[in-house]
């Protein structure tokens, strides 16, 4: 089993910066998929950001390409999403997920806010 439990969020003005953290805990990750993800009011959760826990490659929404970053820290079984620039649009519950595969994630955090002010 996979625990991951998000961190970080508030609320920020339009332009400011975030970082989220998602701590891991359980059994290894390694090999596993590790990923951002975000749901606003009245949508669906969409992908923001994807990490294999390798850190082999990145996959990035469009939408928040050249601002957000993920990133793992692998000596505090941590993965970070910096938010630049953020945008009213961003305001959502970000997720933290863990996944055998890209198309497939296991285990899901809780969520944290994040709300941006224009």
């Known amino acids: 089993q996979v625990q991951v439990q998000e961190s970080g969020g508030g609320l920020v003005q339009a332009g400011n910066s975030l970082r989220l953290s998602c701590a891991a805990s359980g059994r290894s990750l390694s090999g596993y998929v590790m990923g951002w993800f975000r749901q606003a009011p009245g949508k669906e959760r969409e992908v923001v950001a994807r990490?294999?826990?390798?850190?082999?490659?990145?996959y990035y929404r469009d939408c928040v390409k050249g601002r957000f970053t993920i990133s793992i820290d692998n000596a505090k079984n941590t993965v970070y999403l910096q938010m630049n620039s953020l945008k009213p649009e961003d305001a959502a519950v970000y997720y933290c997920?863990?996944?055998?595969?890209?198309?497939?994630?296991?285990?899901w955090g809780k969520g944290t806010l994040v709300a941006v002010s224009s």
């Open positions: 997920a863990a996944g055998a595969t890209v198309s497939v994630m296991n285990y």
């Open positions: 990490n294999p826990w390798s850190g082999i490659w990145s």
